[in-house]
Each structure stands twice: as C-alpha cells, then as structure tokens.
C-alpha cells in the first residue's frame, strides 16, 4: 500500500525555523515527484516546491522562494522541507504528495500531478 506520512509540525516563532519529513512506504521516493503543498485557512491549497526523480528542484513559488528548501534522503526513503525565516503567513497544513514523472528532470506544483497523499501536519508561526 502506497503511503505518506508527515510529521515535524508545530508552533514556532517568526524568524524561526522547521524541518518537516516525509516518510513514504509501499514505493521508492526515488521512483516519483515529491511535492509539498500547503493550505491556510480560506485559501486554496498552494503548491510550493518539487523535487525530481533526479533530485533537482525546478519549481519554487515565489512564496517561498529563499525560505524553503526541499531536499531527499533515498537511503530512508524519506523527503524534508526545510524551512527557515518563517513568518506568520506560512501559518498553514502541510502536505507532501506523490506523483509519477513522465519526464526525470522536471516537475511542477500543480495538485494535478500527484495522485498520492500524506495526512498533513499543521504549522504555526505565532509569537
């Protein structure tokens, strides 16, 4: 059974900084886009980065642009997002989702290239 799981979630200051994983099961993370996205309430849900099958970033929302950073660990199957200078409008239920690539050296921050799912996990930036 094809699974995500996020955790890390959690109350942090502005400036402040969070790392959250993703830990899947059933495939190989290797094998698939990986995307976060996140959703604030009375917001749709934003699609932030991906990292590719070949481990590159293309897509960063201007959101996020130089505060997030995504990265892969194959070994543990598992996918961060890194967040640092966070401000109150980060403030929001992370997700990170699955997709399969049709092409290795791209992908793209549209909910409608991944099929798979995580549960989500809240962040709060407060003081």
């Known amino acids: 059974q094809l699974q995500l799981v996020e955790s890390g979630g959690g109350l942090v200051q502005p400036g402040g900084s969070l790392r959250l994983s993703c830990v899947a099961s059933g495939f190989s993370v290797s094998d698939y886009t990986i995307g976060w996205f996140r959703q604030a309430p009375g917001k749709e849900r934003e699609g932030m980065l991906c990292?590719?099958?070949?481990?590159?970033?293309?897509s960063v929302a201007d959101s996020v642009q130089g505060r997030f950073t995504i990265s892969r660990d194959s070994a543990k199957n598992t996918v961060y997002l890194q967040m640092d200078s966070l401000k109150s409008e980060d403030t929001a239920v992370y997700y990170c989702?699955?997709?399969?690539?049709?092409?290795?050296?791209?992908?793209?921050?549209?909910?409608?290239?991944?099929?798979?799912w995580g549960q989500g996990t809240q962040v709060t930036v407060s003081s």
């Open positions: 989702a699955a997709g399969r690539p049709l092409l290795v050296w791209h992908c793209s921050n549209s909910r409608e290239e991944y099929n798979y």
């Open positions: 990292i590719t099958k070949t481990g590159r970033s293309p």
